[in-house]
């Protein structure tokens, strides 16, 4: 994770908002965002680094502020313990939502409009969360693999079958290393945790790619599978393919 003035961080919230609300409908022969539409400033008020653009079904715009322990905004020197943030399109207000945060990054809603949360390292919760948008509560669906802490969940994608991936690396924290190697994983809809992907580096990003999209217009929820897992590391982005039980395919290719 690089770190990112406040009018970067502006910027790039600003980029992630439309990028999602892009992928979140179909690809049309009149584009969603009209020629002169213009950037608007959403949220200039972030700690160090803003992450996890999700829109929800009922249109709330959630995001990550990272606050990292190594940096502190407040007087006391007091730590930030990260936070989710709240924007409302409606009252063009930016409220806080949950903190701490189990320092949280990547947000992704399902089907059901339940929240996803993959909490990272440096004090978080490393792991993946579900919330109930509708009564609050939140429920562990990937704590442990094979009895032992993951390295800073990042980021989160959906297939249309439910099933849950997530990537895995470290960039920063204090705790130890516990998992041998720095990885992909897939929740499945019966809640089994799998290792998918040993070899992409320090993985990043993650996305699904429909095999018969045409268009970079489909959000994850509703690719179909089989398809293609994108995934980004620190230097380079690469394609793998996912099979129709969920598995990979050997061979893959680099984009």
């Not at 003035?5 to 409908?25: D, E, F, G, I, K």
């Not at 993959?118 to 704590?143: L, N």
């Not at 929740?187 to 999209?213: M, Q």
């Amino acid at each position: 994770m690089r770190i990112f003035s406040a009018s970067r961080l502006t910027s790039l919230l600003l980029v992630l908002v439309v990028t999602q609300l892009l992928y979140s409908q179909p690809a049309t022969d009149n584009p969603i965002v009209p020629p002169d539409a213009k950037l608007e400033k959403l949220f200039d008020g972030g700690m160090v680094l803003t992450e996890g653009v999700a829109v929800a079904p009922d249109g709330m715009v959630y995001f990550s502020d990272i606050t990292f322990s190594h940096v502190s905004k407040e007087k006391t020197g007091l730590l930030e313990a990260g936070h989710i943030l709240k924007y409302n399109p409606k009252t063009g207000k930016t409220t806080v939502f949950r903190s701490p945060s189990g320092m949280s990054n990547g947000i992704k809603f399902d089907a059901e409009g339940n929240m996803i949360v993959a909490e990272g390292a440096d004090y978080g919760g490393r792991r993946v969360i579900k919330t109930d948008m509708k009564t609050g509560k939140s429920f562990i669906i990937a704590g442990l693999f094979e009895g032992k802490p993951f390295n800073s969940p990042n980021d989160i994608t959906i297939d249309e079958k439910g099933r849950i991936y997530f990537s895995d690396p470290r960039y920063l924290g204090h705790e130890p290393l516990e998992q041998p190697v720095q990885a992909v994983y897939r929740i499945d809809t019966d809640g089994s945790i799998h290792r998918i992907i040993t070899d992409a580096g320090k993985c990043n990003g993650v996305d699904l790619e429909s095999l018969e999209r045409s268009q970079a217009a489909s959000l994850a929820a509703r690719v179909n599978s089989p398809g293609s897992l994108r995934l980004t590391s620190w230097k380079r982005a690469r394609y793998v393919s996912i099979l129709r039980s969920g598995g990979v395919m050997s061979g893959s290719r680099k984009r």
